[in-house]
């Protein structure tokens, strides 16, 4: 049976991580990042306060990999920054040729 995890706390951030600069919490995860070549085309690009940490990821990464790979990088944030951390990646526009071709726009 699965579990039900609707009524569990969501983990906050710290105080070690709400203490740090926006600079030195991205320097934190890029340190991170460094440490295993999997996530070298991905860079931080918000490291707020409330742990809502925005990826930027430079090449294009199949969506049925892509979101694993965030999960674990997720997880490895969690055990070696902070467990309040959270990965969101970048919004990127639509990049069909086709759609292009045909004259339809997608606004993001």
């Not at 997880?75 to 970048?90: A, R």
């Not at 990127?92 to 292009?100: C, E, I, W």
Request: aromatic letters at 6%.
């Amino acid at each position: 049976m699965l579990a039900n995890y609707s009524t569990h706390k969501t983990p906050s951030t710290s105080k070690f991580w709400k203490e740090k600069s926006i600079e030195k919490r991205i320097e934190l995860i890029v340190n991170e990042l460094k440490k295993d070549k999997l996530y070298k085309d991905f860079q931080p690009i918000k490291a707020p306060e409330n742990g809502q940490v925005v990826i930027k990821i430079e090449k294009i990464i199949p969506a049925n990999e892509r979101g694993l790979l965030l999960l674990e990088l997720e997880q490895k944030l969690k055990s070696n920054i902070d467990p309040g951390i959270t990965i969101w990646c970048e919004p990127v526009g639509d990049k069909s040729k086709l759609r292009k071709l045909r004259g339809i726009e997608i606004n993001v």
